[in-house]
């Protein structure tokens, strides 16, 4: 059996694979790793949950290890480019870790958090860069930032890259590298217009792929109840009170579909948190970190912003609504049954939502089995607590459910809760750039008469 030694990685890279307690390597990196240790490009179709952040950055420290030198000012040596800042961090983190015997220095820009922070950092060059597209632009136009030196590239995610709209700015990103260097291009799907991205990128690329969209979704337990829209909250509380959840997550398909399902579960004292392009930076940090360390068990959240989060132990997706991309669903699910542990999928399914599901399972090749409704439905229907109201769910989380009540009222008494708009793609909630210029400014207050008069910030 292949083990991380047989690979002939720096012995400081080792230590810190022993630290961890990584013995095998995945099937992600046995392929990706000797290839990548002879310099070579690396097309890998792989999703999250793979192992494939170790698989692109052991090689890729141990390049930088074997070939020391210092970053130039302002300059980087290895650029990972990542659609979320989630996911940057979380990459971030995971060189730090696979780093931590070296003097390897790793910095993280994204956008939504101050821009000059950033560019101290970068000031005196680092070796490892993750980086959103739209604040590594940024930081470009400021002359903070140059990527003439940078040895290797990354690009994660690529399909939700695009879908995101970042195609111009990888453009210009490309145009910006130097010839020489190495490239690694991961995508979860590869339809036809990744496939020539990646050319754009790529030079003679080894391609790996691994576990097809298939084998991921028949580690799900998949079920399905046919529900009416109006119902799902009163179908939501069911669920969370008569399965053993340990950590849920509910993806609905708006960034105000998520904030309302918070509320809804707030009315009736149950802890949630949403993650969405609304939050700010230090609300998403914060949201990821109580649902990773326990203490919430549900987080809500849109499909992007739900992209490449890695939290083990999720026991259930529960889709709230049902996404009008099948790949998207294939996503969201295999947010569950990690590491070979079993999981489980429930879609609440509209009348209108039928022909999307039809698509999924057409596309995964899979069915799921029906959960009927709960006997005493029309009593869950009838007896619905009422939602927590507020502009969103800020502030509201996991407060004493009277208190939330009487706020509600108090709230309610000031102004109606923002109605929905209905279901609309979500805008990019990656980095700033592109994503703040669809935002809308809101004023500090905290009344929700305060964003009747929101403007649209533009630039
Ligand atoms: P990734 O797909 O890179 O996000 O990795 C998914 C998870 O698997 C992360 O929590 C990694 O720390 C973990 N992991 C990656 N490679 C290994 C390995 N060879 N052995 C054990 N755990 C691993």
Redesign the pocket.
């Known amino acids: 059996m292949t083990t991380f030694n047989d690979f002939g990685l720096h012995a400081d890279i080792n230590r810190a694979l022993a630290a ?1 307690d ?5 099937p992600i ?1 046995m392929q990706a790793i000797p290839p990548l240790m002879k310099g070579r490009d690396l097309c890998g179709i792989a999703q ?8 692109f950055s052991l090689p890729s420290i141990h390049h930088l290890l074997t070939y020391p030198h210092r970053p130039t000012p302002r300059g980087c040596r290895m650029l990972v480019l990542a659609p979320t800042r989630e996911l940057a961090a ?1 990459i971030a983190q ?1 060189c730090r870790d696979y780093g931590r015997f070296t003097k390897l220095s790793v910095s993280t820009v994204f956008g939504g958090v101050p821009i000059n922070k950033q560019i101290r950092d970068l000031s005196g060059g680092v070796d490892i860069l993750v980086a959103t597209p739209g604040r590594l632009l940024d930081l470009i136009d400021q002359r903070a930032l140059r990527l003439d030196d940078v040895e290797i590239f990354v690009l994660d995610e690529a399909d939700q890259m695009m879908d995101m709209g970042f195609i111009h700015s990888l453009r210009r990103v490309a145009k910006l590298l130097p010839s020489r260097r190495q490239n690694l291009f991961f995508s979860a799907t590869m339809p036809k217009e990744i496939a020539h991205l990646a050319e754009q990128f790529l030079n003679d690329p080894v391609t790996v792929s691994v576990t097809p969209q298939a084998t991921t979704v028949e580690k799900i337990r998949q079920f399905a109840t046919f529900v009416e829209q109006k119902e799902k909250q009163a179908l939501l509380h069911s669920v969370v009170a008569t399965q053993d959840i340990d950590r849920a997550l509910i993806f609905t398909r708006t960034k105000h579909g998520a904030d309302r399902v918070v509320r809804h579960l707030a009315g009736a004292g149950i802890k949630a948190m949403a993650i969405h392009g609304n939050k700010s930076q230090s609300q998403r940090t914060h949201a990821l970190q109580a649902f990773r360390s326990g203490d919430i068990k549900l987080l809500v959240a849109t499909d992007i912003a739900a992209r490449g989060i ?1 939290v ?1 132990g999720v026991s259930h997706v529960i889709n709230f609504e049902i996404p009008n991309v099948p790949e998207q669903y294939v996503h969201r699910i295999g947010r569950t049954a990690r ?1 070979g542990a079993e999981g489980m999928a429930i879609s609440f399914i509209a009348p209108d939502e039928r022909p999307y599901m039809k698509d999924i399972e057409r596309v995964t090749r899979s069915k799921s089995e029906p959960m009927p409704l709960p006997e005493n439905f029309n009593e869950l229907v009838r007896n619905l607590p009422k939602p927590v109201a507020g502009p969103r769910d800020t502030g509201s989380q996991g407060r004493d459910p009277n208190r939330q009540r009487q706020d509600a009222r108090r709230q309610a008494s000031g102004g109606q809760p923002r109605g929905d708009r209905g279901p609309r793609r979500d805008a990019p909630a990656g980095d700033g750039a592109e994503g703040q210029r669809k935002r809308r400014f809101r004023p500090r207050s905290k009344s929700v008469g305060a964003h009747k008069g929101a403007v649209t910030r533009v630039g």
């Open positions: 961890k990584y013995t095998v390597p995945t990196q999250t949950g793979t192992g494939k952040t170790a698989g979380q995971s890695d083990s590491a």
